[in-house]
């Protein structure tokens, strides 16, 4: 079982940056693929970004391909996503997720269905 936290979110201008991180327990983070997701209510959860076991793989929506970076530490068992050039439409709340991964292959998924476990949350408002 993985307990994830997450911390960083505030309240920022447009055109702000904001860095999210995301603390893992356990000494098993590096078996586990880790994805952010946000939610607005309203409206369906979105995938943001993934980061493969050794961080080497990245994926990213479309929405947010230029402007977000994921990145990991495994050594410290967090994951994190730097969120420059900020729009009011990127206001939600950012979920990290664990997404446990077997075998030798490099392995990312936008579904969250996929993801085994989740952190709280932590609610990102950009103002206009």
């Known amino acids: 079982q993985v307990q994830l936290v997450e911390s960083g979110g505030g309240l920022v201008q447009a055109g702000g940056s904001l860095r999210l991180s995301c603390a893992a327990s356990?000494?098993?983070?590096?078996?586990?693929?880790m994805g952010w997701f946000r939610q607005t209510p309203g409206k369906e959860r979105e995938f943001v970004a993934a980061i493969s076991r050794s961080g080497s793989g990245t994926i990213y929506a479309d929405f947010v391909k230029g402007r977000f970076t994921i990145s990991r530490d495994n050594a410290k068992n967090t994951v994190s996503l730097q969120m420059n050039s900020l729009k009011p439409e990127d206001t939600a709340v950012y979920y990290c997720?664990?997404?446990?991964?077997?075998?030798?292959?490099?392995?990312?998924?936008?579904?969250?269905?996929?993801?085994?476990?989740w952190g709280q949350g932590t609610q990102v408002t950009v103002s206009s």
């Open positions: 356990g000494r098993t983070f590096s078996s586990y693929a």
């Open positions: 997720a664990a997404d446990r991964v077997w075998g030798t292959i490099t392995l990312l998924r936008r579904d969250g269905d996929e993801y085994d476990y």
